[in-house]
């Protein structure tokens, strides 16, 4: 198995841009989680879909952060207008909800975003 | 919601000693307990996990334990190798009743000294 696949790797952008990171789960999983990572705060979780479905977003920060997912193999998260303070590191991770012992949450290499 | 600490944040080991990583937790529903090791530049990897209905895990030279009544939970590293320098993280969730969300500790940056 490939992993959970994340793209970009790396985005450098100017402040004001859109921006879009992608993810692909782990073929079968049916839970995805999207997270933020900086020094300052660690691994934050901002969104968390099950089925395709989002179950809690309650850690998006703001309004300019929003997130989709159009079928089970992908995921977008999009910031717009992207600021500064933005920038970290994303993970993507994934799970299988269909059996207990195999909740283990699966995290791909990331995307490191640097806001200009 | 859940609050995971975890201690210390920086450990430096000489190769060969062991290393020890504490957390506690604060919601007693919590019954999943999983350790990932993140290298630089890559995304955090399961090393070993724990449930609530067992006390000791161990996998070769990792072993995480429990306490549910005191509510903290540690993973010991003996025979440290220079690879295993890395940033160390606890979590703690409750599924399937917290829809398998989990919380994680701040994280422990470990070096091995060779």
């Known amino acids: 198995d490939a992993g959970v696949i994340q793209s970009p790797r790396h985005e450098v952008t100017e402040m004001g841009q859109e921006v879009t990171l992608r993810c692909k789960p782990i073929?079968?999983?049916?839970?995805l989680f999207w997270y933020r990572q900086t020094m300052m705060r660690g691994l934050e979780l901002l969104i968390y879909?099950?089925?395709?479905?989002?179950?809690?977003d309650s850690g998006m920060p703001e309004d300019r952060f929003s997130a989709k997912m159009p079928n089970a193999s992908f995921s977008t998260l999009k910031i717009q207008p992207s600021e500064p303070r933005d920038s970290a590191v994303y993970f993507c991770?994934?799970?299988?909800?269909?059996?207990?012992?195999?909740?283990?949450?699966?995290f791909g290499p990331g995307t490191r975003l640097t806001v200009l | 919601g859940e609050n995971v600490e975890q201690h210390p944040s920086t450990l430096s080991v000489q190769e060969g000693d062991s290393a020890v990583i504490k957390c506690t937790y604060s919601?007693?529903?919590?019954?999943?307990f999983p350790w990932y090791k993140q290298e630089l530049g890559k995304g955090p990897q399961l090393i070993i996990d724990?449930?609530?209905?067992?006390g000791e895990k161990k996998d070769q030279r990792i072993a995480v334990t429990l306490n549910k009544t005191a509510k903290h939970f540690s993973l010991h590293i003996t025979e440290t190798q220079p690879e295993d320098s890395a940033v160390y993280f606890c979590?703690?969730?409750?599924?399937?009743?917290?829809?398998?969300?989990?919380?994680f500790g701040a994280g422990t940056t470990v070096t091995v000294r060779a």
């Open positions: 991770a994934s799970s299988s909800e269909t059996d207990f012992s195999t909740d283990t949450q699966y």
């Open positions: 073929s079968g999983h049916n839970s």
């Open positions: 879909f099950n089925n395709n479905v989002p179950i809690d």
């Open positions: 919601d007693s529903a919590s019954n999943y």
């Open positions: 724990i449930r609530s209905n067992v």
């Open positions: 979590a703690a969730g409750s599924p399937p009743s917290n829809d398998y969300k989990l919380s």
